[in-house]
């Protein structure tokens, strides 16, 4: 092992570089990951243009989708309880959230909601190097996250947008067999949501979007697709008029909060899982709400569990990531990659830090 390794740095507020930096020594408690793969998240663009500097070290690593192994484990971590099972040379991943373990969030099993977390890739190095140190705390909380069976790096690093959606899964209460679901944006993370619905027993997913690739990457998964314009059509034909009984929103655009609302059937959930803009704001009506008995729900980050669950199912098959990461680099191409999202090259953009 050499001892320094090239790592995508955030060094300040639009300021990113491939920097040398020391390759990690695992010290009491701590686990070194080997990285094989990082995906790019949309998130990543904000830390890179300066748009989110909110939770973020300047000097730290980029890249929180990470998949890994375990390539040394520090003294006194196979005694603890969430380290008794890890070994070198096991497939791993990471949960993202170091919480804080005593506030109220956190007491309650929320720790996604922690008020004073660190966040591995934005405050803490992530996965944007050939390695990456899992800290101690984090690793007492069980956060270095095993993989049950081998499989593809680049399944294996969507674990943690697949968590992210199990979650908003969760908060809106699921789906019930035989249930008209709507997606709207077919980007990776509205693609893991058709995913995990048709999964889940749903009827029908229907997925708009513009895109005419992804609407296509959409219809391979089993989606019925539609571009923007024709959704109400769309949903009014095959659901003879009632309308979604689910609605998920992965795309941030403020005005989708009324459009959402209106295409949700009578007693109806909808899910504004995509993250807006800064001080958006939206205008709805709320007797669509009150009088419809519709049951909005936010879904942010993930918990520990959601990310076990995540590795479950990738593990076993249930998500395909073949139609969602279409393009790889290796970590000397970053500028490459991070343009190829930019541009909606593809659908998600791996990066191979051994490339």
């Known amino acids: 092992m050499t001892s320094t390794m090239p790592a995508l740095t955030l060094r300040g507020p639009g300021d990113v570089a491939l920097t040398d930096k020391p390759v990690p020594e695992p010290g009491p408690g701590e686990v070194l990951l080997a990285v094989e793969a990082t995906t790019i998240c949309g998130t990543d663009l904000r830390l890179i243009s300066g748009q989110k500097t909110s939770g973020v070290r300047y000097g730290a690593t980029l890249g929180h989708e990470v998949a890994g192994r375990i390539a040394a484990i520090g003294e006194g971590v196979t005694d603890l309880p969430t380290g008794a099972n890890l070994r070198v040379g096991q497939q791993a991943t990471v949960s993202i959230v170091v919480s804080c373990g005593t506030c109220r969030a956190c007491l309650a099993g929320r720790e996604h909601l922690c008020t004073s977390m660190e966040l591995v890739g934005y405050a803490i190095d992530g996965g944007l190097a050939p390695y990456l140190l899992v800290p101690a705390r984090a690793v007492a909380r069980g956060n270095v996250i095993p993989v049950p069976a081998e499989i593809p790096a680049n399944r294996l690093a969507i674990a943690e947008p697949m968590s992210c959606v ?24 509205g693609l893991l949501h058709t995913q995990l619905n048709l999964a889940s027993g749903a009827a029908q997913v229907i997925l708009s979007e513009n895109n005419e690739s992804r609407r296509a990457s959409g219809a391979e998964l089993g989606a019925v697709t539609t571009a923007p314009d024709q959704l109400e059509a769309v949903l009014a034909e095959r659901t003879e008029g009632w309308g979604a009984d689910v609605v998920v929103v992965a795309i941030g655009l403020p005005f989708l909060a009324q459009t959402s609302l209106s295409l949700a059937a009578p007693g ?43 590795v479950r199912l990738l593990s076993r098959g249930v998500i395909d990531e073949r139609p969602i990461v279409t393009h790889t680099f290796g970590l000397s191409e970053w500028e490459s990659a ?16 051994t490339r």
């Open 338 to 353: 991070i343009d190829a999202v930019k541009n909606h090259v593809g659908v998600k953009i791996a990066i191979d830090p």
């Open 268 to 310: 109806g959930r909808v899910s504004w899982f995509a993250g807006f803009p800064k001080d958006a704001t939206a205008e709805v009506d709320p007797n669509t709400v009150h009088y419809g008995e519709v049951t909005v729900s936010g879904g942010s980050n993930a918990r520990r569990a959601d990310v076990h669950d995540a």
């Open 166 to 189: 199990l979650n908003g899964h969760r908060r809106h209460g699921g789906v019930n067999p035989g249930e008209t679901v709507v997606v709207i944006g077919g980007g990776p993370i």
